[in-house]
């Protein structure tokens, strides 16, 4: 009976998940697809999970969930799942803009999801070819200047046990180039519902959502990257 009972979950979510996609195929095709209706398909997706798989979310800020209008925001977090992300927006879509993310362009070969990732502005990165990954930043630097919250995770890849990776560097250069503000976040239990590199799914389970305080980085320089790097890397740590 749990084994139906996890299919149906399942199949719901893929389900809901393939309506959301031709539904913003075939609003792009009729240039009815703007920002707000993008995000909202987001925030819906993020939803759809978090509820059908009995997600509790524990969110948990250092400061108030704001920003300051103009101002170029950099969410980075760690990655431990595949429903890192459903998490991320459902809780922080809205309270911290619009929250695109930076996904590997392997995603985006994928029928009918690739072509709807394009389409609500999701933004491909090269890990293989540095130069193609310096072209794709570029196009995260004008989402950024076009009010997206950009999302990050620096690792780069899922850590099997919740601890922190080493960190990829190249949003670090968007963020110091744009004097942006990186939020640090850390999501915790997640690998007790959906293990990194695994699909054994255990629905019903709590998650810590933590925002730390914003890091700006208008004072630094390319040079002080490294700096940055860790003390973004010890924010995300000591939530």
């Known amino acids: 009976m749990a084994l139906i009972r996890h299919f149906h979950r399942v199949a719901f979510v893929l389900i809901s998940l393939v309506v959301l996609c031709i539904t913003a195929i075939i609003l792009k095709l009729f240039n009815k697809l703007n920002q707000a209706r993008a995000s909202a398909f987001l925030k819906l997706y993020g939803q759809i999970v978090v509820k059908t798989f009995q997600i509790h979310i524990q969110l948990q800020h250092q400061t108030p969930l704001s920003l300051i209008p103009n101002t170029p925001y950099i969410i980075m977090t760690n990655h431990n799942s595949l429903i890192d992300i459903p998490v991320l927006l459902s809780g922080l879509l809205g309270p911290l803009g619009d929250i695109r993310f930076l996904a590997k362009k392997e995603l985006f070969r994928i029928p009918i999801f690739g072509q709807a990732l394009r389409h609500v502005n999701t933004i491909s990165i090269d890990r293989k070819s540095m130069e193609q990954a310096k072209k794709d ?48 976040v850390r999501l915790k239990g997640v690998s007790k519902i959906l293990p990194a590199r695994s699909l054994k799914l255990q629905p019903k389970g709590n998650v810590e959502l933590c925002v730390g305080s914003p890091i700006c980085c208008q004072n630094y320089t390319i040079a002080e990257r490294d700096d940055l790097v860790q003390k973004v890397r010890q924010a995300i740590l000591d939530l």
């Open 137 to 184: 930043l570029l196009v995260a630097k004008k989402s950024l200047e076009e009010g997206i919250t950009l999302a990050v995770f620096p690792e780069g890849t899922r850590s099997a046990d919740e601890q922190l990776l080493p960190f990829k560097k190249g949003a670090f250069f968007v963020a110091i180039e744009m004097g942006a503000t990186i939020i640090p």
